[in-house]
C-alpha cells in the first residue's frame, strides 16, 4: 500500500529563516507526490507537484522540494520563511495510474515574528 | 487555479437528523469528485470517489447507506450523512477534476458537529 510519513507534526521557524518540511514515502512503483498547504478554514491548495520529470521542482510562493529516491524523500523547502506561510502542510502521494492521493498526517508550521 | 465551492461550511445538527453537504465547480466540469473526511490533528482519508452520472466508488470501512453520494451534474456532488451521530462530527472536504491526470480542487470544507 502506498503511504507517505511526515516527520514532524509541528515546526516553528522564525521571519526569514529556511523552512524544511520533511516527507518519506513508500513505494513499490514510481509515485507522483504532491505538496498542499490548508489555510484555517479553507480548501487545500496545491504548492507543488512531482510526477517524474525533474527531480527538483519549484512551486508556487517560493516553495520547492526535491524528489530524492535513494532516501525515498521529498522534503519542502523555502528560502525564506514568511508569516504568511504559517498553515498546515500535507505531503501526498499517489501512483500512476491510480488517482487515489495517500495523505500524510500533516506538519503545521509556525512562523515567529 | 478552478474554484471548487463547498456549502456550508459549518453545521450543526441534532442526532438522529441528515445532513446534505454540496460540492460544486464553478468554473470548470469535474467529471470526478472526492469525498474527504479529517478528524482532529489528522490527515485526509479518503471516503469515496464519484463519477458523474454513476455510483460512488467508496473506501473500505465507509458506510455506503450511512454517507450517500450522488453525482448528478457535472458541477455538483452532494454528501449526505443519514441519521447522524455525534461520532460522525468532523471536517469534511470534497475535491473535484476534470478528467484522468489533472489536479484535483479542493473545496474549503464544511464542519459536521452533531448534538
Known amino acids: 500500500a502506498q503511504s507517505v510519513t511526515q516527520l514532524d507534526s509541528h515546526v516553528s521557524v522564525s521571519e526569514g529563516t529556511p523552512v524544511l518540511l520533511r516527507c518519506n514515502y513508500s513505494s513499490s512503483y514510481s509515485p507522483s507526490l504532491f505538496w498542499y498547504v490548508q489555510h484555517p478554514n479553507k480548501g487545500l491548495q496545491l504548492l507543488l507537484k512531482?510526477?517524474?520529470?525533474?527531480?527538483l521542482v519549484k512551486g508556487i510562493n517560493g516553495f520547492e522540494a526535491e524528489f530524492k529516491k535513494s532516501e525515498t524523500s521529498f522534503h519542502l523547502t523555502k528560502p525564506s520563511a514568511h508569516m504568511s506561510d504559517a498553515a498546515e502542510y500535507f505531503c501526498v502521494v499517489s501512483y500512476f495510474g491510480n488517482e487515489k492521493l495517500t495523505f500524510g498526517t500533516g506538519t503545521r508550521l509556525t512562523i515567529i515574528p | 487555479g478552478a474554484v471548487v465551492s463547498q456549502h456550508p461550511s459549518r453545521v450543526i445538527c441534532k442526532s438522529g437528523t441528515s445532513v446534505k453537504i454540496e460540492c460544486r465547480s464553478l468554473d470548470f466540469q469535474a467529471t470526478t469528485m472526492f469525498w474527504y473526511r479529517q478528524f482532529p490533528k489528522q490527515s485526509l482519508m479518503l471516503m469515496a470517489t464519484s463519477n458523474e452520472g454513476s455510483k460512488a466508488t467508496y473506501e473500505q470501512g465507509v458506510e455506503k447507506d450511512k454517507f450517500l453520494i450522488n453525482h448528478a451534474s457535472l458541477t455538483l456532488s452532494t454528501l449526505t450523512v443519514t441519521s447522524a451521530h455525534p461520532e460522525d462530527s468532523s471536517f469534511y472536504i470534497c475535491s473535484a477534476r476534470y478528467t484522468e491526470n489533472t489536479e484535483a480542487f479542493f473545496g474549503q470544507g464544511t464542519r459536521l458537529t452533531v448534538v
Open positions: 512531482y510526477t517524474s520529470a525533474a527531480t
